[in-house]
């Protein structure tokens, strides 16, 4: 089975710093890679799908690179709104079927 | 708009049965797979169940085979998730989740605000 890792599982930065987020798979999975910004208290959404195609409505300061089993999300500029729990989920059809990261938690 | 409005959920015994439904609108449903997601309180995502637009391919969490079927009525926009022998390990959030495709491969772009399912003595 495929096992999806995230690191780090939390991090602390300041306003206007670079975040860079790694989701690693333990098997190749093309791109079928998306991210998933969960704020407290609220549901999930999309930021990224396809590992680097940016969600519409989604700000640009947010994009995603990576194909294959190294997957990175990037906030260019950290902003107060963007505190929240990160997830990336993959989606193709190996087991274990479309299963999440275990989630990194930002905070400011 | 898109909106997914679970209902459903409750406190339910050990071994016993809970049926969730989730009703969409918003968009052309018969058109779009769809997931069940559950979120144990603090804790992260656990993907469940999916359906194709055509319920032609289902799939399940290793977790619930055999104990849940999912089935959706694209003439009524809905989305079902039959839940038997519960365990405590059952107890979390259920989101109902649009996919950005008519095929399971593919990405969530809108989730529901989610059903909370407790399963207790």
């Known amino acids: 089975d495929i096992q999806m890792t995230q690191s780090p599982s939390s991090l602390s930065a300041s306003v206007g710093d670079r975040v860079t987020i790694t989701c690693r798979a333990s098997?190749?999975?093309?791109?079928?890679l998306a991210w998933y910004q969960q704020k407290p208290g609220k549901v999930p959404k999309l930021l990224i799908y396809g590992a680097s195609t940016l969600q519409s409505g989604v700000p640009s300061r947010f994009s995603g690179s990576g194909s294959g089993t190294d997957f990175t999300l990037t906030i260019s500029s950290l902003q107060p709104e963007d505190v929240a729990t990160y997830f990336c989920?993959?989606?193709?059809?190996?087991?274990?079927?479309?299963?999440f990261g275990p989630g990194t938690k930002v905070d400011i | 708009e898109v909106q997914l409005v679970e209902s459903g959920g409750g406190l339910v015994q050990p071994g016993r049965s809970l049926r969730l439904s989730c009703a969409a609108s918003g968009f052309s449903f018969e058109d779009y797979a769809m997931h069940w997601v559950r979120q144990a309180p603090g804790k992260g995502l656990e993907w469940v169940s999916g359906i194709s637009w055509n319920s032609v391919n289902l799939a399940y969490a290793d977790s619930v085979k055999g104990r849940f079927t999912i089935s959706r009525d694209n003439a009524k926009n809905s989305l079902d998730l039959q839940m038997n022998s519960l365990t405590a390990e059952d107890t979390a959030f259920y989101y109902c989740?649009?996919?950005?495709?008519?095929?399971?491969?593919?990405?969530?772009?809108?989730w529901g605000q989610g059903t909370l399912v407790t399963v207790s003595s």
């Open positions: 098997q190749g999975i093309s791109n079928y």
């Open positions: 989920h993959k989606y193709n059809s190996a087991p274990p079927l479309f299963s």
């Open positions: 989740a649009k996919l950005r495709s008519k095929e399971l491969s593919a990405a969530i772009n809108y």
